[in-house]
């Protein structure tokens, strides 16, 4: 056993009592995104198959470990839930290729790497809350975001934070840098107050009339409108609706969770199984349904709720072409001094 094998297991004993292995072996995986949400992933995979699925989750630093562990890495899989750690992870020499036509049949070609090295998962839109008692517009672009008619009435978390990143890097993907930066300027001069907070505590600024449209995820409004813990995020949610800006030259910007097979993987076999299951139509169910995602494989509608927000036109450019763009748009947001 060698040192970082010990590491591992001592890891995962703090999260769950380790069931005892079975014959068909284990997978272990790194992840990004939250126990709550993949954990009844894993136990209908273990169901079908047999195969347990170790993991450890941390909200940072799961790329920087897989590379520091290198050959003695007992990662398999990287679950992310952006983008831009996919890409980093691979730009690392983090991951392999995958050529399983299974996982390539059910994802579609921009919602993956070029070289197959990682796969989106699920999909959300980075939308417009708009305020059902104040705006009464129906259909706004994200250009028109930085139009003077909205002085004062938009609010957005800081400009770095990767969901804002990915939007301003799409942004100079199809109308080039210039245009992006005063694009930025604009949206700049039309914010209710600086940059602050999370996606949903600009929901609540919504609420609360602090500013009358709110840019954020797709996911967190259902979130909101089911929050048992929280259910005064209920009322946050039911004094908005969803805008899905479509740029005329782009559609609507989307991001992607997604998954990698780690360089040095000890288990192949059944980390190349346990990633064909996530590609499939049941997981893909389960996986963007928990999350009020939008699943990638084509053939799983969303959930209920999600449908209930209408259907729009995704941006079809590579989402690895827009993260190569995000130290560009981080750049900018230096630039127009976006955060100050
Ligand atoms: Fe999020």
Redesign the pocket.
């Known amino acids: 056993m060698t040192l970082s094998r010990r590491g591992f297991l001592a890891a995962t004993a703090a999260l769950a009592a380790i069931p005892a292995a079975r014959a068909a072996g284990t997978v272990n995986v790194y992840s990004y995104r939250q126990p709550a949400l993949i954990d009844p992933l894993f136990a209908a995979f273990t169901a079908k198959t047999g195969i347990e699925v170790r993991t450890i989750f941390a909200e940072d630093g799961l790329v920087e470990r897989l590379v520091q562990e290198g050959r003695n890495s007992p990662a398999d899989v990287l679950l992310t839930?952006d983008v831009g750690r996919l890409v980093e992870a691979a730009s690392r020499d983090a991951a392999q290729p995958i050529d399983s036509p299974v996982i390539l049949d059910k994802i579609p070609a921009n919602l993956r790497d070029p070289a197959n090295l990682w796969f989106g998962l699920t999909m959300r839109a980075r939308v417009v809350y708009a305020s059902t008692a104040r705006v009464a517009q129906q259909a706004i672009s994200y250009e028109e975001l930085a139009d003077p008619k909205w002085r004062g009435k938009i609010c957005i978390r800081p400009g770095n934070h990767p969901?804002n990143l990915g939007l301003i890097a799409a942004m100079i993907a199809h109308k080039g840098e210039d245009v992006a930066r005063d694009w930025l300027k604009g949206l700049k001069a039309n914010l209710a107050f600086k940059p602050s907070g999370n996606?949903r505590a600009q929901a609540k600024s919504v609420y609360a009339g602090e500013c009358d449209l709110a840019i954020a995820?797709t996911y967190?409004m259902g979130l909101m409108l089911t929050n048992e813990k929280e259910p005064e995020q209920k009322e946050w949610a039911k004094s908005l609706r969803i805008v899905f800006p479509a740029s005329p030259d782009f559609g609507t910007h989307v991001n992607i969770s997604g998954m990698l097979m780690a360089k040095n993987a000890p288990n192949r076999g059944n980390a190349l199984k346990l990633m064909e299951f996530l590609a499939s139509d049941e997981a893909q169910r389960l996986y963007a349904g928990g999350n009020f995602e939008y699943p990638v494989n084509p053939a799983v509608p969303p959930a209920e709720i999600v449908r209930s927000w209408g259907a729009f036109t995704p941006d079809t450019l590579n989402v690895a072409e827009i993260a190569k763009l995000e130290p560009a748009a981080a750049r900018l947001v230096d630039e127009v001094q976006f955060n100050d």
């Open positions: 839930a969901y996606d995820n967190y």
